[in-house]
């Protein structure tokens, strides 16, 4: 069977520590991978890169919250009633299936079902009844009344349930950005792509929050003139942010900005340009939070463009939203430059009706009778405990006065670039593996930027003769202590170690030979010239640093 | 109310965003809490200092793997037999409770409930029927049929299911440390102890394999006259890795190596010297799976002594259960310096009657019978999906032979140092809360070690004037730029900006004024000293880069 470029690079991911099928003693499962020892530095260091991006370059801030997330968040949020895929059962072979999956290009589940066409992938049963299934994963805290719970779907909650202690972290100011990285969840009714659909996945989300009134970014004017790969579902185009929000065909600056940001990442991660595009949703693929949406999509041979980043403008939809279910006050006041004189009509609540009338709820009443802007005179009605409760006229008084007003009050909208981690961790293996033929055989590298590199440098002493071994550890053990990771190798022919170096992308190797001993240099070879270069012992951790860092300084 | 210390740094903690409870706005839950923007810096430089004990200094590899664990391997590790608290219900008020927690010192549970004295703390109602709860999150995976699954209650089960991919990884040579960092999950009955006992929670485990007959460490030597804070339930002792081994207290070379690389970790990380010791677990509060538990415990003025570290020696426990459970060979063989011959008995299956009798299973049956070691010709019978088939004796003929055998199997044992970060955490910050009375007023200081430290560097133009700010933002960029976190502020007194580095634990800040303008020099001044340097605006990331460091090179 001829393989293609996924299945070379799973086998080798498993051979060499990258990737690891999850459980896999006990069978495996679908949608569950694991990082080996190498997998997971990779990861380490793409996490390390998307944070100097985001918390150094960008200012942003990180938040850690949990995994497992209380009901009423998610019911807020609409991932309770939102967050389903349409799914079908075959009644022959006990199969499930997403019907998207199995759904042929432009038919319409309603037609495809009605005139029988939609079977089974498996036994070929005819299949009927499709159903709305929730794709959170759901557990329940406690014991004896225990409360209902899911895994998170994305990381973005714990960032607007925590806004207001956020908004005040930053000194109230507009716009600031929050970021999370961490699992998200997603019960995948049949997951078949591999890494590409995990139920369990890495994320990386931004929420950048900004006055609606002013979409705008600090930084916009320094990159405005850079090009964005942009694809309008026809073709592809190469558009400066500033033309592109001329033209409308990115809706703001913070936007086009976040875009920017987002392709900078993903070719500094070593993504190939090439293999690289924004694309827009349509209205009807966007998620019922978003009303605009860029999805950063990556080529790959064996998916085709895949999407690894999503970008969207999600408005004031999900601060409404938990201001609305849990009260709490996360407006933002906008302030007039000097504050005006405004009429308002307050309502003064008559404890003495509201108490005999309400009981313990009298109070609560009063507080929100007394936070209430009336517009009209219409009946009053308050939510309490999700219960509307009619207020009678004679509970409370109607009173005009003037009030020094010093701003508009607002939520805040929310611009969010959300990273796939895993899918652009297979992206770089991909986009990075390269088999060329030396001397008869089979030989394989991965190009890793040195930062993204798991491993930095082999280091070797060049026969296993023990005083070459005593210094070429030296150097190992300094080189770790100053936080360069290693990989010390005394076995088989250089070539064979240089091999085994290329094979998981690291980007140097440090020989140790008999003139060492007497010089105090030592051989570095560069894996992607194959250029050796005699430095000074005393030298090695300042030359492989400086090679290694994210940027120079 | 007086406030004790736990109180009042709680409440800084949530007002400068070091912690804040999760959901508050939903009313919030026991036993979940977030990491604000300083709080996830500081676990983020919390575990990058950990990494660099255990991957570079020790050597260890990391692997990731998913929270998600399927029912088979926590049942074959023990979690779901034995991963329970004894649980009592109120009937009256309908609370449950951890019996642990509720019992009075010296009573057991029988006489408390005899007596009748096991009353409930909120309503005082007599408690009867206690129940053992399994403490792990339950949850399935897929539609349809779904899979029994369950939260992650350790990292460990992920590094021990991986044995023999990680055991090729480090080409085959004992002893190797797969180390984990990440999420674990513990349904507690009723936490009532704030962040220390969290229902989700960080934790670092090291699972360091170890040949049986040597459980000896490559840098014992380097240490072995270095101290240990030992505690032996009566009193505290200082010991030297060597004596301690010698003299029985600890129980081997590689044991004593990890305590103290603990120790040597804990007290980089800022814990203090005198508020720390090692506490040998007595036989019957140790884990399931341990057959020698020290605990890292450390001192906390409002939870007295707190576990922060557990030290298990798990022997083969993991690795046995998940061979039998699995079938999978993850045996090691020690070597003999030469060959040997032995005479061995073995099976030889004879399928013709194999075939007709078990079917399907035959094949597998004859895998099983061809590995078996006879040990005499009793009946042989083997176990599939965990039921034992007796297999008749004309199916199989038993044959002597000679072989060379080149040395024997064994399973390793494995040493584990299991890292509560979170309880790390508060005792860092509670550590390194310092409160002194600076002109009238409270004034309060988090003595952070600088690589701990979540901001490194204040960075601020004396006044509020562009030509300074222009100068101070340009220094701020190139630091972020070079990677060093910075908070940049410009507004009130420079008294004041530095009392909120101070009250965050930021080890400096630099300030631009009008010399600078001049010299093209700034003032770096010490949190600790609270002296002031001048240093060229050139030779400022390389002056902070110095010192945030973890290691000097």
Chains 1, 2 share one sequence.
């Not at 652009?424 to 293996?429: E, G, H, M, R």
């Amino acid at each position: 069977m001829v393989q293609d470029i996924y299945d070379k690079i799973m086998m080798l991911a498993k051979r060499r520590g990258y990737i690891y099928p999850s459980f896999e003693i006990y069978g495996g499962i679908a949608g569950f991978y694991n990082y080996g020892p190498l997998g997971s530095q990779l990861k380490n260091n793409v996490e390390k890169l998307w944070r100097s991006f985001y918390l150094l370059r960008d200012n942003c801030i990180e938040i850690d919250t949990p995994t497992i997330t209380i009901y009423e968040v998610l019911r807020a949020s609409g991932h309770v009633d939102e967050f389903t895929d349409l799914t079908i059962d075959c009644k022959k072979c006990k199969r499930s299936y997403k019907v998207e999956d199995i759904l042929e290009k432009g038919t319409t589940v309603e037609d495809a079902i009605k005139s029988g066409t939609l079977k089974c992938p498996s036994c070929g049963g005819i299949l009927k009844n499709p159903y709305n299934v929730n794709l959170m994963f759901s557990t329940s805290i406690g014991v004896g009344e225990r409360r209902k719970a899911f895994l998170r779907p994305e990381t973005a909650q714990g960032i607007f349930t925590d806004f207001h202690l956020l908004y005040r972290y930053v000194r109230e100011k507009l716009p600031f950005g929050v970021v999370q990285i961490g699992k998200g969840y997603r019960n995948e009714v049949s997951p078949r792509q591999g890494t590409m659909r995990l139920r369990e996945f890495n994320m990386a989300e931004a929420e950048i929050f900004f006055d609606p009134e002013n979409k705008e970014h600090p930084n916009f004017n320094k990159v405005k003139d850079k090009e964005l790969y942009l694809f309008d579902n026809e073709k592809n185009m190469k558009l400066s942010l500033e033309k592109a929000v001329k033209d409308g065909i990115i809706n703001n600056r913070a936007l086009a900005y976040y875009m920017y940001l987002t392709q900078e990442f993903l070719l500094s991660a070593g993504i190939d340009s090439k293999k690289f595009r924004f694309r827009k949703h349509a209205d009807d693929e966007m998620a019922h939070y978003a009303t605009e949406c860029w999805d950063a999509e990556i080529y790959s041979e064996r998916f085709d463009w895949i999407e690894c980043v999503g970008i969207a403008d999600r408005s004031a939809y999900d601060l409404s939203a938990h201001i609305k279910s849990s009260g709490t006050d996360m407006y933002v006041l906008r302030k007039y430059e000097k504050p005006k004189i405004v009429e308002v009509k307050k309502l003064i609540p008559n404890m003495g009706k509201l108490g005999p009338l309400f009981k313990d709820k009298a109070g609560k009443i009063k507080e929100i009778l007394e936070k209430m802007e009336v517009k009209d005179t219409k009946k009053i009605s308050v939510v309490i405990d999700e219960k509307t409760i009619k207020i009678p006229d004679d509970c409370y008084e109607i009173v005009e006065t003037n009030e020094k007003k010093i701003g508009d009050k607002f939520v805040p909208h929310v611009i969010e670039p959300s990273y796939g981690i895993d899918r652009i961790i297979y992206c770089i293996l991909e986009h990075n593996y390269h088999e060329i033929n030396k001397k008869g055989e089979e030989y394989r590298i991965f190009t890793f930027k040195p930062y993204i590199a798991p491993i930095k440098t082999g280091v070797f002493p060049l026969i296993s003769d023990n005083k070459l071994i005593k210094v070429a550890k030296e150097i190992d053990k300094k080189l770790r202590d100053c936080s360069i990771s290693t990989y010390y190798d005394e076995s088989g022919t250089i070539g064979r170690r240089y091999a085994r170096m290329d094979e998981i992308g690291t980007p140097f190797c440090i020989t140790v030979d008999y003139d060492t001993l007497e010089d105090n240099m030592v051989t570095i070879r560069d894996r992607d010239t194959t250029k050796q270069k005699r430095v000074k012992i005393t030298d090695t951790v300042s030359f492989i640093k400086e090679k290694i860092e994210i940027s120079c300084c």
